[in-house]
T-cell receptor
Framework: AQKITQTQPGMFVQEKEAVTLDCTYDTSDPSYGLFWYKQPSSGEMIFLIY??????QNATEGRYSLNFQKARKSANLVISASQLGDSAMYFC???????????????FGKGTHLIIQP | DAGVIQSPRHEVTEMGQEVTLRCKPISGHDYLFWYRQTMMRGLELLIY??????IDDSGMPEDRFSAKMPNASFSTLKIQPSEPRDSAVYFC????WGRGDETQYFGPGTRLLVL
């Protein structure tokens, strides 16, 4: 079974609209971390937001927020007021176990290609 | 602060040749990760180090791949001999778990093409 599932291969959104990118995960470990990265066409990986499994509140970073629903094992990224520069690939990723516990690498989903239209 | 530095940024080589990719992590970071990105397999972890010691190399595809971290500021990923199926973007990332920051900071990647 896939550990990270992103069900939207591609999305078209009008500029200034809010966007929700879906991510579900699969782990039996009570301690884990969830990440979202942006990869523009230039290829670099840009960290956007992080949510720890024990965090009580949803993470927010500027226009980015993470809708964390632990019971459903979902960690959707919400981008408010989308901009043309938001067009990129978006990857959801997970680290399982406690930090430094020997499983510190990230497992990535296949990504969602987001295109913002003017 | 400088981010993660990778070299070369692009590499074109012929099948059978040795390829060495280099990475300098962010100063003070004690974890270093090597990832590979391909269209078929997406982003996958190859190996990671903690305090220069390899912790998990289960993602290394085969014996043709090797990675070293001789000191805290330098790591190499070597492919010998290279094959066309090794063509990919190779990313290095680093982090330090302290201070509540779990972010893995990625380098710009090395785009490898094996002909």
């Amino acid at each position: 079974a896939q550990k990270i599932t992103q069900t939207q291969p591609g999305m078209f959104v009008q500029e200034k609209e809010a966007v929700t990118l879906d991510c579900t995960y699969d782990t039996s470990d009570p301690s884990y971390g969830l990440f979202w990265y942006k990869q523009p066409s230039s290829g670099e990986m840009i960290f956007l937001i992080y949510q720890g499994s024990y965090d009580q509140q949803n993470a927010t970073e500027g226009r980015y927020s993470l809708n964390f629903q632990k019971a459903r094992k979902s960690a959707n990224l919400v981008i408010s007021a989308s901009q043309l520069g938001d067009s990129a690939m978006y990857f959801c990723a997970m680290r399982e176990g406690v930090p430094g516990g020997g499983a510190d690498g990230l497992t990535f989903g296949k990504g969602t290609h987001l295109i913002i239209q003017p | 602060d400088a981010g993660v530095i990778q070299s070369p940024r692009h590499e074109v080589t012929e099948m059978g040749q040795e390829v060495t990719l280099r990475c300098k992590p962010i100063s003070g970071h004690d974890y270093l990760f090597w990832y590979r990105q391909t269209m078929m397999r997406g982003l996958e972890l190859l190996i990671y180090f903690n305090n220069n010691v390899p912790i998990d190399d289960s993602g290394m595809p085969e014996d043709r791949f090797s990675a070293k971290m001789p000191n805290a500021s330098f790591s190499t990923l070597k492919i010998q001999p290279s094959e066309p199926r090794d063509s990919a973007v190779y990313f290095c990332a680093s982090n330090h778990w302290g201070r509540g920051d779990e972010t893995q900071y990625f380098g710009p990647g090395t785009r490898l093409l094996v002909l």
